[in-house]
């Protein structure tokens, strides 16, 4: 990557649309987990606009959240977890992995550095659909407080296809980061 150009032969499971937005915008960067271990401190330097990180496993969960807590607003991650609300566990996990640090000084950076949590999930007809959405709202009495916004709430089943729609189950607390990116309030 030094070279400033992102070779879809050395990353050959790259998906192509994020090398599209890649080769396109170039304000964003791609990277990919074990790229993203391997070169964390020369991609914080170099200040890019947000990082796209394919899958944290383990204590570059640290790194992530580090990253994302030093103005790269927008950067995004996936990880496994049963629930929006296991996934914060399993972040806590994951950077103590990697360092001992207090839950507290975790819960903050995750609280700090994470806006919202989609769990996508495959369903018995093996459909994978999005069964959650939630934003963290901060921490209270020591705990990520998690706010629900959408719940994928199941109708029935037609020809061996479940049919459901999303349910709202709140409004979104803050939405500084909205009206930064230039959206209206509704």
Known sequence: MGSGHFSYSQNASTPRYLLIIYRVYRVY??????HFVQNIQSFI????SLYVVGEIRGAECLDMLQAMNTG??????TGHANSCRDMVSRMETMVLMGMELPLAAIRSQIAAGVDILVHLGRLRDKSRRMLSMMEIDGIEHGEIRLNPLYQFMEMGERNGVIIGRWEKKGELVHKGKLYAAGMQPA
Not at 72 to 77: I, P, V
């Open 29 to 34: 960067h791609v990277s990919f987990y074990s």
């Open 45 to 48: 330097i170099k200040k890019y």
């Open 72 to 77: 790269h607003d927008g950067s995004l991650s």
